[in-house]
């Protein structure tokens, strides 16, 4: 059992064949060491399935590479890899034979100067760590989802003196992580302001607490708030947190070839705070979605009849509607043009505006970054139609909501 290859049922590359391969459509589950492991140019693994895996072997991932150049020729560059619409699981993970030390288990390895591979819209569920590599360069890391990673949800070691990790496309990946950090950077050798690109994330964290962790070679740690992230190396400006303090979460996703419905229950709530307004919810084949649970109290948006006009809805109610003194909407009813003011409950938080018709369906949405203590903002929606409508304001402490009505 000892050895990467050993315990591992599919194996790709690094012999006499350097590529040219296609893995799709496997489930693999019980692997002593990882599910698939590749090396070559010209690799597709997508649509896989592969759970419980490292039962005999530590340091392994779900799905592993390893090192840069064809074997049969010295020098040339692996290229063209791609990783993508894969699951990857390891729940109820118990520590290997083997296990030397400190245990590795990790969702996607990339591990000692892996390069050129496009990884994305893979679902990684309570692994080690969601993503780790050493000396990792040109990387892109896409719309993934890292769901209660035991660690951390990304490592990034530049730990080759030749090969520091560079060219990293780290964007839309959601990283819901109740352990230690949401990324684990570590700049032996390079800067960590030259790993590449993050930006435009989801980090989950509603605990708060550590965001991202450095070190240099394993010392000289320091952690940071997502705020000192942003402010200290200027990564992750448009990456936004939690909308919940809740610590109730789940994952859905569909790990089939067809269009699947799948119940996610009641008083749910989207990553962006946003009411679910369903309970029962289409997946496409391999797609997931991480839901929340609502603030205490918070109820879903009701959802009319489908048949129903969404013009003459007179029933559409909400409980708890929000106190006046937090949030001012006028004229009301009005021509969609209107003057919004709300009282936030932090200084100078993000604020999400949500708009919602009658059926609940989301018709408007946008984004702002307010100065001081209130949103002060004019908005003109003249181009819906006639109708009842509701206003959902989150932010990190916010949450808001108002009934209107445009003639």
Partial sequence: VNGDASGCPVTLGGGYRNGHFTVTGNEI??????????RGSHILIEK?????????HPDVGGIYSFGKYQSSTPGTVYIDRTVRNNIISNPDYVTPVLNSGDVLEMGIYFDSKTC????????IIETGTGFYTNSGFNLELKR????????????????????PVSNIDFQDNKIYSPGEAILLLNNKYGLIDQFGTFDNNYYLKPDEGIYVKSHKGWTNYENFTLSQWKTRYGNDLNTK???????VSDIYYNNTDR?????????????????????????????????????????????ANSNSDSNSNPDLKLENEPEENLI????????????????????????????????????????????????DKDMNLSFLPKGRYLINITGVATRVRKQFIIN
């Fill in 29 to 38: 589950y019980d692997s002593g060491s990882h599910g698939i492991n590749f």
């Fill in 48 to 56: 896989n399935i592969i759970s419980r895996f490292g039962l005999t």
């Fill in 116 to 123: 050129n591979v496009i990884c994305t819209d893979n679902i």
């Fill in 144 to 163: 993934n989802i890292f769901y209660k990673p035991r660690k951390h949800g990304a490592e990034f070691h530049s730990i080759w003196s030749d090969t």
């Fill in 241 to 247: 947190t939690s909308p919940t303090t809740s610590k």
């Fill in 259 to 303: 269009v699947k419905k799948i119940d996610v229950g009641t008083n749910r709530i989207d990553i962006n705070g946003n009411p679910l307004t369903e309970s029962i919810i289409s997946f496409e084949p391999f797609e997931g979605m991480i839901v929340l649970e609502g603030e205490p109290g918070q109820k879903s948006i009701p959802v």
């Fill in 328 to 375: 001012k909407l006028f004229p009301n009813p009005n021509t969609g043009i209107f003057r919004l003011q709300v009282k936030l409950q932090n200084t100078d938080e993000q604020i999400n505006i949500f708009v919602f018709d009658a059926s609940g369906i989301t018709v408007f949405q946008t984004r702002e970054n307010p100065a001081g203590e209130y949103l």
